[in-house]
Structure formats: C-alpha cells, structure tokens
C-alpha cells in the first residue's frame, strides 16, 4: 500500500535530519551563538561532542536537548531535557514538557510545565510568556487522549501542499470540493477561499476573510449562473477564531469544519455542527479529538457516504512541502479505544495506521474504487505556497511575507528541496533501469546509483534548516513570541 512508499518517505527525510549531525564541529561560544540565533542543526553538533567530555554538564544537556527538540528528534531529547532539570536548569522544565507535548504525553507535560512554574515561582522570575498557553493546550490533549476514536484509517498519502483539493476523488454525489479559481466570479473576493458546493449546486460554503480572520459564509443559487451575496453561515460558528475548509453532508444539515484558537488542540481542528431546523441555525460546534486531530494543523475533512469513505488532511508529519492526505472508513457509532491500551499514543498519532485495521482485513477492494474515480483535472492550485508560520498562521502566496529575510530563507528552503526532489526522481529512474537492465548494464549502473544514494543521503542541508529560519525572521519581524 501507499503507507509501505509514505513511510519510506519519512525515513529517508528523518535519516537525511540526523545525518545533518556529521556537520563542522565548533567551539562552544561559536555553538552557543547559533544557538542563541536558534540555528539549532548547526549548533547541535558541537554540543553533542562536548557533552562526551562532560555528560553531566546541566547547560550543555539542556542546549543540546532544546536542538534535538526543535529538530522534532522528541524522543532523543527527553533524555537530556531530564540531565537538565536533574542539574537545576529552570527551562529544561519548560521544553520537557513541550517535547511531552509533542509525543502525546500530556500527563507528563502538565507535570512539567508545573514544575516549571514552581521554580519560577521560587526564583522570583518571570516565566515565558506562553505557559499559560501550553498548560491550557496540554489539559485539551489530556482530555482528548480519554476518547479516542476507533477508526479503520486505510490509507495515507503524501501529497504536494499545494494541490491537496485535487486528491480529493469525490463520488458525483459527495459534492465538488473548489479552489479560487472555479468559484463563481461574484464571490472571488478572496484568493485563498476553498468552497464546497453540494450535488444539487444549491449553494456554495466558503471560508472567506473578515477583519484578518476567516469566517464561514453561504450563497444561495439564485439562477443559472447567479448566486446570491455572501452571509455568515451563523455566529455559533463563526468566532473571533478562524473558521474555513467546510464540507456539508447529503443530508443538508450536516456540517465539518476547520478551526484553531483556544478551544483547539493544535493549529486547526476539525468540528463537527448540526442544523437544527426548529431554531433555524447551527448548533454549537464540537471538535472531533483524536485521531483526527493532533497538536499541529488538521483540516478539511470529507465524508463520501456514497462511497463510504472519509478523508481529511494534516501536516502533523511534517514534511516539507507536503501534506498528508487521511482516508478512513466512517463509524456508524462511535466508539472508542480503552484508556489503557499500551499502543494509544501510536494510535492517537496515527503512527501506524496499519494498527487501526481490522484483522483479516481487505481494503484492496475500496481503494480500487476510489483509485476509479477520475479526478477534476480542472481545479487550479489556488496557492503559491503552503507555510505554517504558527498555530492557526498559515501563509499562502509569497506576498504575505513581511519580512525580506524571512521571504529569503523560504525560497532558500524551496529551492533545496526543489534539488533533493530532482535527485530522487533521477535515482527512481536510475533503479527502473537497473531493474530491467542486462548483467554488463547492471555493473555501469551501479555504481552510478551508489553514488547518487550516497549524495542524497550525507547531505547536510535541509530544507527544514531554511524554513525554521523563515519562520523565525518572520516572528521576529512581526513580534510574535512562540518558543
């Protein structure tokens, strides 16, 4: 299945991570600066050389831990994060618990966010200023982590940020999902807007921008190729929060929905709303918690009754450039994983989604099907760009840069991976060769795809380098404090 080639993908992209990790070793005020400049592959290095020599040092173990931690290396940085609270270093605390956080490990990230506190509170100093904030995010993932959903995740796919509407392969009946460029003229008023637009092409749901948030909005078809003004879809959805990505079910009523702020665990959430007919508006939306949801930005979900099938889109595994696209089978009633399951944080994370199947399963069958459905070859990209600057920020033309700095590294980033891709495509084509090549072929070629192999692999830029800078200059430029 495609989940064999996605978790190829990741393996590779985190191996060529941790072989940044062969880089020019440098004195530790050198180390320190880069640090301080939040260059963490660069100073990670020479960190993890001279914690040989002093593998008790608490300032050396906690730097070190905060490089692994921004290099999403969550798993290798507890060990040095503790060495740091163990020698009384105040923020080892604080990233222990963000590194908690990003492992599913809420109980453990309230504990340490706490003890943070409790040293501040000792120490008389003032804390960073998102600790409230993280606190408050870790108890919606502690409370998620209590209901975990049930569900047959069948495939995933790793698809191109910028394209993701057309991997969607809707039944006729399902509806059209739309990009700017195939929602009526009248109601372009937004380059970003994705719209979806039911079978009978009634009306069209969009996320459109108001006052630097996005709201959802309705319009009527009036005739033909008329449609009607655009009207807030109802102030029990539409919040000082961004609200986009909708998708009405057959039934009319109802309602899944995108949306980030407090009440959500990572950037966007995904909800759910029903309309009740005797009030005539939307009721209260819930958020559907985990799997569906993670720490990071999941959205536009879509559920083909006709078919059967669900899907929705994440970035939770952080690839750059990319998305990744869920498809699911929809419960009928839901049900839930016990609270003690051993796999639960895997199975909230999605880590393996061939743990979610039913045994004896044969899903051969349904992605046939879908695999049948031709794709609208005629919706336009409707972005430039895709990029995730922080919770519920997402840029998405090159224009929304502030910052020359930032706009600088991103192309950077971009035109890196832009090589990485040409490389790789020329090393699959190299292998097709081999495979079908004579025995005399066979030996020029191979060693021609060792080479090649050994490029890719023991480069030591990634384009995650150059995006973590963008984003930083950025947050700088815009006086954003995310730590």
Known sequence: MRQLIYTTIVCIIALAGNLTAHAEIYSLDKARRLYKAERYEEAAPTFKAELKKKPNNGSINHWYGVCLYHMRQYNDAIKYLQKGVERKVTLSNYYLGKTYHALYRFDDAIESYNAYL???????????????????????????MRGVERVQVIDSIAIDSLNFINQFRLSPEAGRLLAYKTIPKSLQADSN??????????????????????????????????????????????????????????????????????????GYDIYITMFNSERGDYMLPQNLGMPFNSPYNDFMMAIDEHMGIGWFISDRNHIPGMLTLYIFIPNDTKTIYNSDNENLCSLARLSSIADTWLEEADYSSILNKIASIEPNESELRQHEIFFVLCDGLIYTQLSDFKNTEARHYYNQAQSLQLKIDERKAKLKMLRKQYSRANTSEKERLSPIILSLEHEILNSNESPMTYENRARRAELNYLDINIK
């Open 193 to 266: 807007a994705i719209a979806y637009i039911p079978q009978r092409a009634d009306a069209i749901y969009l996320g459109h921008k108001t006052n630097n948030n996005y709201d959802l909005y309705v319009s009527n078809n009036l005739l033909g190729e008329e449609w009607s003004e655009l009207h807030s879809l109802s102030q029990n959805i539409n919040t000082s929060d961004n609200q986009n990505y909708p998708f009405l079910l057959s039934d009319g009523q109802t309602l899944y929905f995108a949306q980030d702020g407090e009440n959500s665990l990572g």
């Open 118 to 144: 409790s040293f501040i509170k000792k120490d008389k100093k003032n804390p960073v200023k998102d600790i409230d904030h993280c606190i408050a995010k870790a108890k919606i993932g502690q409370k998620m």
